[in-house]
């Protein structure tokens, strides 16, 4: 009768798994989920701006200032970011809402 060979640790089932310490977390998923609902909300909203020049500058802007802190890592900064960013976005809303109810009133003259 054959013994057969041992199996190494890498492939036993009992293995224990490791957790990675240097990856994502749910704190990393988290904040990414409302960075790309901001940047989704404010490109819905760029849509409703009826010039098409105006609409691709501040598109544009808006993928410009995402794009340049792609890369931020800290957790405090990032959060700064979001906030001025729904400020921003919570501004260009009322001057949007402003501007078509200004352009309502000229257009009932």
Do not use: C
């Not at 060979?5 to 009992?14: D, E, V």
């Amino acid at each position: 009768m054959k013994i057969p060979p041992a199996i190494p640790a890498s492939l036993s089932r009992t293995t224990k798994r490791v957790a990675v310490k240097d990856g994502p977390n749910l704190e990393y998923f988290l904040t990414r989920a409302k960075v790309l609902s901001l940047y989704r909300d404010i490109q819905r909203t760029l849509k409703d701006i009826k010039d098409p020049r105006d609409r691709q500058d501040l598109q544009t802007w808006a993928r410009s200032d995402f794009e340049r802190y792609r890369h931020e890592t800290s957790p405090d900064k990032i959060k700064s970011l979001i906030s001025q960013g729904k400020h921003q976005f919570h501004a260009l809303q009322t001057n949007l809402s402003l501007s078509s109810g200004e352009a309502n009133k000229s257009g009932k003259k």
